[in-house]
């Protein structure tokens, strides 16, 4: 489904430096006045007035460095890596002793290619096993990339994003075939050329009365709260719930005019989650742009366009709120009647809630995909921990003329039979079981 993207979030990566350097006194034919359009392409720092060869460098991937403990210099001479050019001969990149992060080639060698055209790179990281030596190919490959730049036509930077690698989902990568790559293997101390080590387990059966479970996110990738979405939901946000099936909020609780775009069951609301060491993201996305019709005319901010969150901390389920950690908080869509803006200031705590901590928010009414909802919870504030279930429930509530709330939908909650139903604002027993994985 369409989502809002932050267009200026750059994601730094582990980087091969390569720049095409013009000039005329070491490169021939390449400066004013020449017929030729060859560039020559050498490491980013290389001083061209002192030699034209300077070997290429690049840094070891961070997901090999973290799975092959190789985080300094303790046996980082076991790996190696191999590069080519334009389907070149390939270039060995060997461990440089003053500085363990970089790998050097073994070669001084030029890389040439014309601008304006592209470079074709292919990298291979391997470990030397007992009867093979670096750079000679046959060793353990771990993690392998195949890159094309866009055409070349000045100097630039040539980066190779962590992310970029592939770590398995290759036969290359899995020597025994048993579905586990082989850097995995290795983290996991298990034997990469034995199809029965480790040994095939069946996959464990969802845990009784756990609805969803949410992942973790370093605290360091976490999103930034501004109701745009972040690339990292992609990577570590939990989507569906313990039964394989989406966080769809489509169950239609109330319907006093219900739009024709969507019936009970059957909409694009979705929510998602993840955590770090402090805090519970939730992303939660509603109307479409190009069909919504988002109100603010209200003083209740449930009658307009809003979404409801509903935490109980401890996972109590009682039937009322206990006045401890039972948590309800309205968010709407837009600031104010009279500042019809993405809001990020507020926000009012359901009529049965315990006092709610501090905590960040942001909407957006966006112009293009759809509208969406960013909430962080501080986990300690709201009583909840690692491990242990807690209650979580997610509400919309939409107005589509003015006035009186028109349609409200729930992820747990039951959808309405003949008549609305609309309950966990007043009794906490109708939220789901989370649990932070």
Known sequence: MP???RQNKLRVGRRLRISPLIACALFINACSGSDSTNASLLAENANPALNSSTPLSMALPRGVALAMGRASTDGISGLYA????????????EPNPNDPASFDARQQATVRVNQGETLAI????????????????NGLLLAVLSQTT??????????????????????????DLDGVANLAERQAGTDPFDENDPASEPEPEPEPGIDVRISFVDPSDAPIIDGLYDDIYNDRAQFNDDRGEP????????????SSNRSDGDTDFRWLATYDDTWLYIF????????????????????????????DGNNSRGTSYDGVDDRHILIPLITSPTDRTSNSTVFEAG????????????SCLCTSDRHTWEIRLPL????????????????????????ARDEKWGWIHPSRVNVDTDNTFMNPSFMATAVLN
């Open 82 to 93: 191999l590069a080519s050019f334009n389907n070149g001969t390939p270039l060995c990149f």
């Open 351 to 362: 009529p049965n809630s315990a006092p709610l901590p501090d905590f960040e928010f942001s």
């Open 247 to 258: 966080l769809a909020i489509d169950n239609l609780m109330v319907d006093m005019g219900v």
């Open 284 to 311: 939660v996305l509603g109307e479409l742009f190009d069909t919504a019709t988002p109100v603010r005319d209200s003083t209740a901010v449930f009658q307009d366009d809003s979404v409801d969150i509903f935490i």
């Open 122 to 137: 292919e990298v291979n990281w391997f470990e030397t096993l007992d009867n093979t030596q670096a750079c000679d190919g």
């Open 380 to 403: 300690d504030g709201f009583g909840i921990q690692a491990g242990s279930p807690f209650g979580l429930e997610v509400q919309l509530n939409l107005d589509n003329d003015g006035g």
């Open 3 to 5: 989502i809002p993207s």
């Open 150 to 175: 866009a055409p070349i036509t000045g100097n630039s930077t040539i980066e190779l994003d962590e992310d970029d690698y592939q770590l398995d989902g290759l036969a290359s990568l899995d020597d």
